[in-house]
């Protein structure tokens, strides 16, 4: 379990609504990288296509990494990976792990807290290898019932997505 809290930084920081269509993890992550990296969102007309090559490149990684992946696989490795092939199939842990070697960046995956003082709770960092020692990662929110969304710098401006 990580153990940041985003709950003292409200300023800073701000949820990214993004559309659940079996593709939100994906979506979240791209939009997240892309601000990371460029100081900017994703237009939404780019926002598919970088999510399906995320995807991609995420299971080119499990099956890459199959040796070492495939235990953690419920069911047949081979069909799992067909399953994810569909544009629509939610990702879950296995995608966020194979999407920080995709990205060589660690991803904090946090979920609404019930704690008053705090917006958000860290459940989960994966690809801490990939650390430089600074807090700067990629951040999504899982809301559960399968859903993300990025976790963005409140500076980000949503018009830029249009």
Known sequence: EGGSSLGG????????PIAGDGRCLFRSVAQASHARTFGSLLAQSK???????????????????????EWFI???FDGY???????HAWGGEPEILMLTHV????????????EPH????SIAIYGEDYTDGTEDRIRVLF?????YEAIVAATMNQQSRL
Do not use: W, Y
């Open 143 to 147: 809301h559960g019932a399968g859903h």
């Open 103 to 114: 990205l060589e960046t660690p991803i904090e995956v946090f979920m609404p807290s019930d």
């Open 118 to 121: 705090q917006r958000f709770r």
């Open 81 to 87: 990976v067909r399953r994810m092939s569909n544009a």
């Open 9 to 16: 930084q409200p300023q800073d920081l701000k949820v990214l």
């Open 74 to 76: 419920e069911g047949s």
């Open 47 to 69: 926002e598919t296509a970088a999510a399906d090559d995320l995807r991609k490149k995420a299971l080119e990684q499990l099956v890459l990494r199959r040796a070492e992946t």
